[in-house]
């Protein structure tokens, strides 16, 4: 009997409770009760506060590792930028503003070399001699020096010592004028490079065209020492400088102008561009036409040919050759003076005759006048070509308003540079309207300048107009206030 006792209390603990409950009871129990709003909560923030557990150790742990995130950010952006990508406007003024100095002492020193004053310093003091002579003694020095040169004994015999300070002072403005030029271009180009105000190529183009400033001054002075001595054809000769000497003192000088107004121009284009890129998107596309290759080398090719005109120009001065055949289109009873006069062999100085040709080109008169008129006319008739073939069908159609105007003022410059040109033949060489020839030559070569410059495809240019069309940026204007604004903040406190 208590064996069976024992059992049914096994196998009542074996059955489940549901066996005794009602059905009611049971459908009660099937469906839970909702879960409160708060337990809501709690489930929805679990993933992400188990996230966080498992992530930060500690807030003073997650404080020190953003702090050192944002100095390793901060280093890496620092030594990405610490050349900027574009040049500061400023730069672009000052360029300019250089240009328009080596523009005038250009026109200068033409007006000293036709009133033959350029050989009345006859020393190169680069440092000392930025001074004038200050006493009636350090006159007399002077004067003494001009005296035993063989332009005083040849040429101005008769000068005193007031005519001698008119000339004198001719020069030494044209040599203080190149002094401030090379000044007022290498301090704020030192300026510019330590304060990372330019770009890496802009930094470049500045030390470049620094270097060609100093070498400027040498080659001035090694210009002016070929005319103080009496050897350039035979003792007694008339004295004056070598015409190579001044064609290469003008080729630097032009070269310097170029380089200048050329980086200056870059300088501004991109801030334009930069300023509205939808805009120039689609300028930089227009350049990219098939139609304007051949104009845009054509440009070149003229911009080349100016510039040989320019040299040969130079060896007219230097060797006063546009004294003879004074008038034009013919010279003397022809259009090209006697064959004998043209090959003469005094300007030979080999027996065997055989630098005759070149001789004769670069240092007879008559032939020297007469390449500088067929170098003109060419000059002319390409200028007129090239505007002709621009309102052609498909090159007009592709062409930008700014070209199309650069063409049509390029035809201005030449015309009235041919103007000025014979103008100063026929009336025999007046200083003013010499001046005004070779101040002409510059503008000239100026249009073709601008012009190519404006059919030129800026690759860096338009990488960063294309960047900042894909990331959205704001206009170059906001970018620079914001850049200052954080660099204002930041010395800020560093001083605190």
Not at 68 to 93: D, H, I, L, R
Not at 125 to 141: F, H, I, N, Q, Y
Not at 201 to 218: D, E, P, T
Not at 419 to 425: E, S, Y
Request: aromatic share 10%; glycine share 8%; proline share 5%.
């Amino acid at each position: 009997m208590s064996l069976f006792q024992l059992g049914l209390r096994r196998a009542a603990t074996q059955l489940s409770k549901s066996s005794f409950a009602c059905g009611q009871c049971l459908c009660q129990q099937a469906s839970p009760a909702p879960p409160s709003h708060i337990l809501k909560l709690v489930a929805a923030r679990a993933p992400a506060i188990r996230s966080y557990a498992t992530k930060t150790k500690s807030p003073i742990a997650s404080l020190s590792k953003n702090i050192q995130n944002e100095k390793t950010s901060n280093k890496t952006s620092e030594k990405k930028s610490s050349f900027p990508e574009t040049n500061a406007k400023s730069v672009g003024y000052w360029l300019l503003g250089s240009a328009a100095s080596v523009f005038g002492i250009v026109v200068f020193g033409g007006l000293t070399r036709l009133t033959e004053s350029g050989l009345s310093i006859t020393e190169w003091r680069p440092v000392t001699g930025s001074l004038p002579p200050m006493s009636a003694e350090d006159w007399d020095s002077e004067f003494e020096k001009y005296r035993a040169s063989p332009e005083y004994k040849l040429i101005n015999p008769h000068m005193d010592l007031d005519e001698f300070k008119k000339i004198y002072f001719m020069e030494w403005t044209h040599r203080l004028w190149g002094r401030f030029i090379g000044l007022s271009f290498v301090i704020p180009t030192i300026y510019f490079i330590a304060r990372r105000k330019v770009t890496p190529r802009m930094a470049a183009n500045l030390v470049g065209i620094s270097a060609l400033i100093g070498f400027q001054g040498f080659i001035g002075w090694w210009m002016v020492k070929s005319g103080l001595k009496d050897d350039l054809f035979a003792p007694g000769s008339h004295p004056r400088v070598s015409q190579y000497r001044l064609a290469t003192h003008l080729a630097a000088a032009f070269a310097c102008y170029s380089w200048m107004l050329l980086a200056g121009l870059s300088v501004f284009r991109t801030h334009r561009a930069l300023g509205n890129p939808a805009y120039y998107t689609g300028h930089f596309s227009a350049l990219k036409n098939p139609a304007l290759n051949i104009l845009r080398r054509s440009v070149l090719g003229l911009t080349a040919l100016i510039f040989t005109t320019v040299l040969s120009g130079a060896l007219v001065a230097g060797l006063d050759a546009g004294l003879i055949y004074n008038e034009f289109p013919k010279m003397g009873t022809g259009y090209m003076p006697p064959k004998a006069e043209l090959l003469d062999k005094f300007y030979s100085r080999k027996e065997d005759g055989s630098d005759i040709w070149w001789r004769n080109m670069l240092e007879n008169p008559s032939f020297v006048q007469l390449d500088h008129r067929i170098l003109a006319m060419t000059t002319f008739t390409a200028v007129l070509a090239l505007f002709a073939y621009s309102r052609t069908g498909r090159v007009q159609a592709a062409m930008p308003p700014n070209v199309r105007k650069g063409v049509l003022g390029l035809v201005h410059l030449v015309s009235l540079q041919v103007a000025l040109g014979i103008t100063t033949l026929i009336y025999i060489v007046p200083i003013h309207l010499a001046a005004t020839h070779q101040a002409g030559a510059l503008a000239l070569l100026s249009g073709a300048l601008v012009l190519g410059q404006r059919l030129r495809i800026p690759k860096n240019t338009v990488a960063l107009v294309q960047r900042q069309l894909k990331q959205g940026a704001q206009p170059l204007k906001t970018q620079a206030l914001s850049q200052k604004m954080q660099e204002a903040a930041k010395n800020a406190a560093t001083k605190a």
